[in-house]
């Protein structure tokens, strides 16, 4: 039913990156480019689409239906090219950079409420949406501190600016700049916002260096970075309500844990752990190497739809228009990360 409801929305996704595929070639040659990255060709065309033509709401349900679904189905999926060894290691590595960029966001978030304390509520926003997960973690932790309407749409129209700007430049920068794939990857996990974003990021880098390890550790990175929602939620709920003692709040507290969990960083792990028990089985197998290809290619598609949509969900009129404060202080939270990634990586070693 979901799908039926939304699929004309969809259909217009799925011909948009159908163009953008045929598009392709041709604009390399013009363009004088031996590499031009379909990820992000996908993110300008759905861009470029939604902001030149006005779509009905039926289109912007199956767009963002793309969005959300379809970018959730291919993070779980690859899990399946990920193996526990990888997952432990980049897990170990990536935690303190990410406890610590939490920590300095937080501070800066801090000193900005009292610079701009008119701001305070988009201020706050903005710190746990550069420092966890983007929009994800607006949406969460607005439910929780009764955010104003304005104020939630300005946080995630900020997020989305600053996020899609890293897209763009980032994939460039870990290249010139780093050497090794860990650093890479652990950058582009704590570096950008939101998910999707990131995994944009990620396929951008892959598709111009033909590099998936740098794919593998920035997903693994970031699906640990949103597990922090987990602790994001009863910490607002603490502060929030610390002077009433009342059991329906902490039962409301364990239920906003269970939901804050996303579904799809679960099938990312059972789906790694299924990786893990075929290889023990069935290494060499024709029919086993036959399926991973298969998946590479369904988990490919699926990426190109989701960030075709995710292009057609920046609104460059709205973003605009929200006046330069905001702006500001979404960029100053972005810098913080920026500069902290980069120093940690350097104290910690891990670009060698």
């Not at 749409?153 to 897209?167: C, E, K, P, R, Y």
């Not at 902490?250 to 990312?268: E, V």
Request: charged share 10%; with cysteine.
């Amino acid at each position: 039913i979901m799908i039926s409801r939304n699929l004309t929305g969809m259909t217009v996704i799925g011909l948009i990156y159908i163009f953008t595929i045929f598009l392709r070639q041709p604009l390399s040659y013009i363009l004088n480019l031996s590499v031009l990255p379909l990820s992000l060709l996908c993110l300008i065309s759905g861009m470029l689409f939604f902001n030149l033509f006005q779509f009905s709401e039926k289109i912007l349900m199956g767009r963002d239906f793309i969005k959300k679904n379809i970018l959730q189905l291919a993070i779980a999926l690859l899990g399946i090219k990920i193996s526990f060894s990888q997952l432990a290691n980049v897990s170990i590595q990536s935690i303190g950079i990410i406890i610590i960029t939490i920590m300095l966001i937080f501070l800066t978030y801090l000193a900005l409420s009292k610079l701009w304390p008119i701001q305070k509520e988009v201020s706050k926003l903005l710190a746990i949406g550069t420092s966890i997960c983007g929009v994800t973690a607006i949406m969460a932790s607005s439910s929780v501190l009764k955010s104003k309407d304005y104020d939630v749409s300005t946080a995630v129209l900020i997020i989305v600016l600053w996020g899609s700007l890293a897209v763009l430049i980032y994939p460039f920068f870990i290249e010139w700049y780093f050497l090794s794939d860990l650093a890479k990857g652990i950058f582009l996990g704590v570096g950008i916002h939101d998910t999707s974003q990131v995994l944009a990021a990620a396929m951008v880098h892959s598709d111009l260096y033909q590099n998936n390890k740098v794919l593998e550790i920035a997903t693994i990175t970031k699906l640990l970075r949103n597990l922090f929602l987990a602790l994001l939620v009863p910490s607002l709920f603490f502060f929030k309500n610390r002077a009433e003692k009342n059991t329906s709040k902490s039962l409301s507290i364990l239920g906003n844990i269970k939901n804050s969990i996303p579904l799809f960083i679960i099938g990312f792990i059972v789906l790694i752990i299924i990786r893990a028990i075929a290889d023990n089985y069935y290494l060499n197998s024709v029919a086993w190497i036959n399926i991973l290809e298969i998946l590479e290619n369904v988990i490919t598609i699926l990426f190109g739809l989701a960030l075709t949509a995710l292009g057609a969900s920046i609104n460059l009129k709205k973003i605009l228009s929200q006046g330069y404060v905001p702006i500001i202080v979404g960029m100053v939270y972005s810098l913080v990360s920026f500069f902290t990634i980069c120093v940690l990586i350097f104290i910690l070693g891990l670009d060698t």
